[in-house]
């Protein structure tokens, strides 16, 4: 059964569930791409393989049948924490999953579109941690450009300030599809405006760090790939500034996107909880 706030919690799976880390933050970013039942039912079997996937912020989810199929997957595969929040009017979510039962949906501090911006509380050993998934609208028909992705940008840049007082005295991570790149991306792609480097931009300016840019400062990497092969750094994780020197990995694999589980590379992040500051 589903609540009022979209979190779904199943007490038996169906398969035996991997062993959450208890010292440390495993997570995994991944693009589910309007997933068909079928498809969906492979990627959460899929997930469920990985040792790094203790949470997965699930991004382009469906409303509909897909997602469904997905949510119900993901608590068969072990996942003892889902939440799903459902849209009032179709339109794509963002989910978070989570191995571990000690976990629970927080209020989004995003008011535009809030079921593609989920908050948790997460608990892991002796540490309880913020969350908020978020999947950026694309730039949308000609009819409407950039409309639904400018009011979603924005309503997250005045939420981003309000992070340390929905989650006080915690470590946040924020992951997602931003659907922009960095200043400074390579390639360069002149479709990005300004308005659009200034939403990157904004993650800083609420004391939030670029984990992968913080590990690999200069290093090209791409999430995802236009009809032409151009890449594109879409998938940020980002961290708390307090808490970079607990991070340990973040990185870009392509395996599920090679097999045609995604059209975007899987993104990892696993952070240290034993020397937190």
């Known amino acids: 059964m589903t609540s009022p706030t979209g979190q779904l919690s199943l007490l038996a799976p169906a398969a035996p569930a991997r062993r959450p880390a208890d010292d440390a933050v495993r997570l995994l970013l991944f693009n589910a791409q309007h997933a068909s039942p079928e498809r969906s039912r492979r990627q959460a079997a899929w997930l469920a ?11 382009e989810v469906s409303p509909t049948h897909g997602g469904h ?3 119900t997957a993901l608590t ?4 003892a924490t889902v939440i799903a929040p459902q849209p009032h009017t179709p339109d794509y979510r963002t989910v978070i999953a989570c191995r571990t039962h000690n976990a629970q949906a927080a209020q989004t501090p995003v008011t535009h579109l809030p079921h593609r911006a989920p908050a948790a509380h997460v608990t892991i050993g002796s540490h ?3 969350f908020l998934g978020l999947y950026v609208p694309s730039r949308g028909p000609k009819e409407r450009r950039n409309q639904a992705k ?3 940008q924005e309503a997250v840049t005045e939420a981003l300030p309000k992070l340390p007082a929905l989650f006080p005295g915690m470590p946040v991570i924020v992951a997602g599809d931003l659907n922009v ?3 400074g991306h390579q390639p360069p792609h002149r479709v990005f405006g300004e308005w659009e480097y200034t939403f990157y931009d904004s993650f800083k300016d609420a004391g939030l760090a670029d984990a992968f840019r913080h590990l690999h400062p200069g290093q090209a990497a791409h999430s995802w790939y ?13 961290i708390s500034a307090a808490h970079t020197g607990s991070l340990l990995t973040c990185g870009y694999r392509h395996e599920a996107r090679e097999a045609g589980l995604t059209d975007h ?8 909880l034993t020397h937190l500051p």
């Not at 236009?226 to 980002?238: A, L, M, P």
């Open 128 to 130: 309880t941690l913020g």
């Open 226 to 238: 236009g009809r032409s092969g151009n890449g594109f750094r879409f998938d940020h994780t980002f």
């Open 76 to 79: 068969e595969r072990g996942y």
């Open 150 to 152: 400018r009011a979603f």
């Open 69 to 71: 199929a997905l949510v």
């Open 265 to 272: 590379a899987v993104m990892t992040l696993h952070m240290d």
């Open 49 to 59: 393989e990985q040792d790094d996937a203790d949470i997965v912020v699930l991004t």
């Open 181 to 183: 790149i960095e200043r």
